[in-house]
C-alpha cells in the first residue's frame, strides 16, 4: 500500500522548515534530471533521423583526377537503356549495389584509347570488389567490329553499345566531348564525373573508388 506524504511544513515565521527545504531541494535536482535525460534522448534521436552529410570527394581533385568535377548533391544517373557485347538491353540500374566507373568512348577518340588500358587496370585491381568499369562505345553499328577490336585489347573490360547516345543524351548535363567518365555510387547515384581523359589506375583514382566502396 502506498502512503501519502505530507506536504512540506513550515516553521513559525511562515518560511519552508527543514524537511521542507529537503522536499523543495529533490524536486529541483529531480526536474533538472528529467530535462537532462529529455535532451540525451532527443540528440540521439536527431542523430538518427538526420541524412548523413555525402562523403566529401574534393581531397581526390589532385594530380591524375585534377579536372574531376564533384557533384554537390547526388544526382540520380540516366535511366535510358543500352546493350552489353551480345546485344541484350540493360541499364544502369543493373548495376546498383556497385560503385561504378562509367566511361563514355569511342574508336574514334585518341584520348580514349590513351586512357583505355588504366581503366583496365582499374578493374582488375577490384576484381573481388562490388565494383565495375562500364566502358559503353558510342559507336555506330558500322563500327562494331572495330569497337570489339578494342576492347579485346584491354582485357578484362567488358563491351557497352550505346549507337544511339540514348545513356550519353541522358545526361544532366550533357557531357561537352568523350572521353566522359562518371564515378556512380553504390545507391546508384552520380558523385563526380570528368571530361577527358585520365589515368585511372592512379593513387588518387583508386582512393576515390576505396572510399565510395567503404560508404555506408
Known amino acids: 500500500m502506498s502512503t501519502i506524504q505530507n506536504p512540506p511544513t513550515e516553521d513559525g515565521n511562515g518560511k519552508p522548515s527543514g524537511a521542507g527545504k529537503r522536499s523543495l531541494m529533490s524536486l529541483a535536482i529531480g526536474t533538472l534530471m528529467l530535462i537532462g535525460v529529455a535532451y540525451i534522448l532527443y540528440v540521439i534521436l536527431s542523430a538518427s533521423i538526420k541524412p548523413k552529410a555525402a562523403l566529401d570527394l574534393n581531397e581526390f581533385k589532385v594530380g591524375a583526377l585534377a579536372k574531376l568535377q564533384i557533384v554537390a548533391e547526388p544526382r540520380?544517373?540516366?535511366?535510358?537503356?543500352?546493350?552489353?557485347?551480345?546485344?541484350?538491353?540493360?541499364?544502369?540500374?543493373?548495376?546498383?549495389?556497385?560503385?561504378?566507373?562509367?566511361?563514355?568512348?569511342?574508336?574514334?577518340?585518341?584520348?580514349?584509347?590513351?586512357?583505355?588500358?588504366?581503366?583496365?587496370?582499374?578493374?582488375?585491381?577490384?576484381?573481388?570488389?562490388?565494383?565495375?568499369v562500364v566502358a559503353v562505345s558510342v559507336d555506330s553499328i558500322d563500327y562494331?567490329?572495330?569497337?570489339?577490336?578494342?576492347?579485346?585489347?584491354?582485357?578484362?573490360?567488358?563491351?557497352?553499345?550505346?549507337?544511339?547516345?540514348?545513356?550519353?543524351?541522358?545526361?544532366?548535363?550533357?557531357?561537352?566531348?568523350?572521353?566522359?567518365?562518371?564515378?556512380?555510387?553504390?545507391?546508384?547515384?552520380?558523385?563526380?564525373?570528368?571530361?577527358?581523359?585520365?589515368?585511372?589506375?592512379?593513387?588518387?583514382?583508386?582512393?576515390?573508388?576505396?572510399?565510395?566502396?567503404a560508404e555506408k
Open 76 to 132: 540520380p544517373v540516366p535511366t535510358a537503356g543500352f546493350k552489353d557485347a551480345d546485344g541484350k538491353p540493360v541499364t544502369l540500374a543493373d548495376f546498383k549495389g556497385q560503385v561504378v566507373v562509367l566511361n563514355l568512348w569511342a574508336t574514334w577518340c585518341g584520348p580514349c584509347k590513351e586512357e583505355m588500358p588504366t581503366l583496365a587496370k582499374l578493374q582488375a585491381a577490384y576484381a573481388a570488389s562490388p565494383f565495375k
Open 144 to 213: 562494331d567490329d572495330l569497337a570489339r577490336s578494342d576492347i579485346a585489347k584491354t582485357p578484362p573490360l567488358a563491351l557497352y553499345r550505346d549507337a544511339k547516345y540514348a545513356l550519353a543524351f541522358g545526361l544532366t548535363p550533357r557531357p561537352a566531348g568523350l572521353p566522359t567518365t562518371l564515378i556512380i555510387d553504390r545507391k546508384g547515384m552520380e558523385r563526380a564525373r570528368l571530361e577527358g581523359g585520365a589515368d585511372w589506375s592512379s593513387p588518387q583514382a583508386r582512393g576515390l573508388v576505396e572510399a565510395l566502396l
